[in-house]
């Protein structure tokens, strides 16, 4: 309960008011800036490189423009409401740790793929994703460092199959040019 009503001990009204909307708010705002303060990224860097920048990357033999997504609410988001995406774009979901993962598609309009990577830029795993499945898809591998979404079949009709790396070089650069240190995500 967001409300706590202190009113029982002194009377039957509570000393003050605050509408729904704007306790809603204040709420939502002091979150995301705890969010941030918990996090070693400066904040300032995900205001000035908004995720909307797209980066080269390397995926197999491959060249993809991929956006990157590291911060709590930019991969809440992910690729959600978007009706297009062009055929070589995608977004990279980069963690500074392994770990088992699991995507869904609430409020994505479009199919995709994902693809599931070790720390070493190593593709394990690849998934087919339909618009607005919110099961998800849970990965088989607990030690994943990075997802690759794009756009369904671009996997298959690029060859890029489980063995393929990522170029972590390329990944390096773009956590760089986003303002976050590549060795927090195991990147020297």
């Known amino acids: 309960m967001l409300h706590r009503n202190f009113s029982s001990a002194m009377s039957a009204?509570?000393?003050?008011?605050?509408?729904?909307?704007?306790?809603?708010?204040v709420l939502l705002l002091v979150t995301l800036l705890g969010l941030a303060a918990c996090r070693d990224e400066p904040a300032s860097a995900a205001l000035a490189r908004p995720s909307t920048?797209?980066?080269?990357?390397?995926?197999?033999?491959?060249?993809?423009?991929?956006?990157?997504?590291?911060?709590?609410?930019?991969?809440?988001?992910?690729?959600?409401?978007?009706?297009?995406?062009?055929?070589?774009?995608?977004?990279?979901?980069?963690?500074?740790?392994?770990?088992?993962?699991?995507?869904?598609?609430?409020?994505?309009?479009?199919?995709?793929?994902?693809?599931?990577?070790?720390?070493?830029?190593?593709l394990l795993e690849k998934h087919p994703m339909q618009p607005h499945d919110e099961r998800g898809v849970i990965s088989r591998h607990q030690e994943l460092q990075y997802a690759l979404e794009m756009n369904q079949g671009w996997f298959d009709r690029n060859g890029v199959k489980p063995g393929d790396k990522l170029d972590l070089r390329k990944l390096k650069v773009a956590l760089g040019a986003r303002g976050f240190e590549a060795r927090r995500f195991g990147l020297e």
């Open 13 to 25: 009204r509570p000393l003050f008011s605050v509408p729904p909307l704007l306790r809603t708010s």
């Open 53 to 122: 920048d797209y980066f080269p990357l390397g995926v197999g033999a491959r060249t993809v423009r991929m956006q990157l997504a590291v911060l709590e609410p930019e991969m809440a988001v992910g690729l959600m409401y978007r009706t297009t995406l062009g055929t070589d774009d995608g977004m990279l979901f980069a963690y500074t740790s392994p770990r088992q993962m699991q995507f869904w598609m609430r409020n994505t309009l479009i199919p995709l793929d994902i693809g599931f990577f070790d720390a070493q830029g190593v």
